[in-house]
């Protein structure tokens, strides 16, 4: 009975809109897919760093070089902001990253395509880090304290990623002939995959429902998806480019724009791994694990070492 009692104070206290701290009470099934989404997003980030890190000894200038640096060095920030968000629910890090090496947890399916010219950098800022900025400002206002708080910090962040990566196509639309088909190509390659970023069709989506009930998403998929769509659209017109889908149309009776069906099952194949670069993020994240078990091993002998020496100068 008690139980009972204490899930219905919960959601009272979740429509009220209140935060939920680590020290509050909370269903296990809040907790469990907390865990899952925020550890989910954590991967993501890192994972996320593979792709642009391509990039980095063949960006075209020195200034490109250090603000693609900055970049991926604030991804890796970001994901050790979502670990530590997600440690707060009684999960350890290691647990977590077990998870991702034996394909247990997921990470977004946009980071198993492949960055074939440096237009993809620009279009992975843009339109990647566009669409992930969406989601995540909508998630500064999560009811989990710790990964609202997280996603502020992110948000700023992320910004700049979009914005640098806006201004690296608009270099090349505005430079040769060639130079423009590079970045046409990079959004013929991207658009539809930034899409699938915001998860299946809301009538397909598992966990949108109760997920919108604990206010850990305030929008669905399908809101995100085109609120998207609709910032983009503009955004590719000053570009000067065009967006890969004949049926892209705006439609004044709704006041957004209608857009072609997305590839579902390309969605699926790759979130069960068989995307381009599935195999070789996974092959990276496993030899960074196992290359860093030795700076793991000396962290860990270093702390004991203080924490023994710590206790004899107290005895
Ligand atoms: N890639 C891989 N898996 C996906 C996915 C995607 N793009 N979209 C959905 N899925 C998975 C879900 O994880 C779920 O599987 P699971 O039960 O094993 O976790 C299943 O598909 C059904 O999807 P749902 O819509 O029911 O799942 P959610 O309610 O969790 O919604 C989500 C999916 C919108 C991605 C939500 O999890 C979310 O908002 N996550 C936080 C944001 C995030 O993770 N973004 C990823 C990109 S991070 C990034 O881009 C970093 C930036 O710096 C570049």
Redesign the pocket.
């Known amino acids: 009975m008690q139980e009972i009692n204490q899930e219905k104070l919960f959601q009272e206290k979740i429509d009220r809109g209140e935060v939920i701290e680590p020290r509050d009470w909370l269903p296990e099934k809040y907790r469990k897919t907390l865990i ?2 925020i550890s ?2 954590a991967h ?2 890192i994972v ?1 760093m593979l792709p642009e890190g391509n990039w980095i000894t063949r960006a075209p200038s020195l200034r490109r070089k250090v603000a693609l640096l900055a970049k991926i060095q604030d ?1 890796a920030g ?1 994901g050790l902001y979502l670990y530590s968000a997600t440690e707060t629910l009684g999960i350890t890090r290691e647990e977590l990253y077990q998870q991702l090496l034996t394909g247990k947890a ?1 990470y ?3 980071f198993n395509y492949p960055t074939l010219t440096w237009a993809d950098i620009g279009a992975i800022g843009w339109l ?2 566009g669409a ?1 900025i969406v ?2 400002v909508m ?1 500064t206002r999560t009811s989990y304290g710790p990964y609202a708080r997280a996603m502020v910090r992110i948000c700023k962040e ?1 910004s700049f ?1 979009q914005r640098q990566g806006y201004e690296i196509l608009l270099s090349l639309c505005n430079g040769t002939e060639v130079q423009k088909q590079m970045a046409q190509d990079a959004l013929n390659r991207w658009w539809w995959p930034s899409l ?5 069709p809301d009538a397909e ?4 429902e109760q ?1 919108m009930k604990w206010k850990i ?1 305030l929008k669905s ?1 399908d809101e995100l998806r085109q609120y998207f769509i609709d910032m983009t659209v503009e955004q590719a017109r000053v570009l000067g480019i065009t967006i890969p889908d004949p049926d892209l149309k705006w439609n004044e009776e709704r006041g957004h724009y209608d857009f072609g069906e997305i590839d579902w099952d390309e969605f699926w194949q790759v ?1 069960k791994g068989h995307g381009p670069c599935n195999k070789e993020r996974m092959a990276a994240r496993q030899g960074a694990w196992d290359e860093g078990a030795w700076v793991r091993e000396a962290a860990v002998a270093y702390a004991e070492k203080q924490a023994a020496k710590n206790i004899a100068e107290t005895v």
Do not use: C, Y
């Open positions: 899952r989404q989910q997003h993501s980030e996320g991804e970001h997921k977004s399916s946009i990647v880090d992930a989601n995540q998630l992320e990623h699938m970023m915001f998860g299946p989506s598992t966990h949108t997920s998403k998929n979130v």
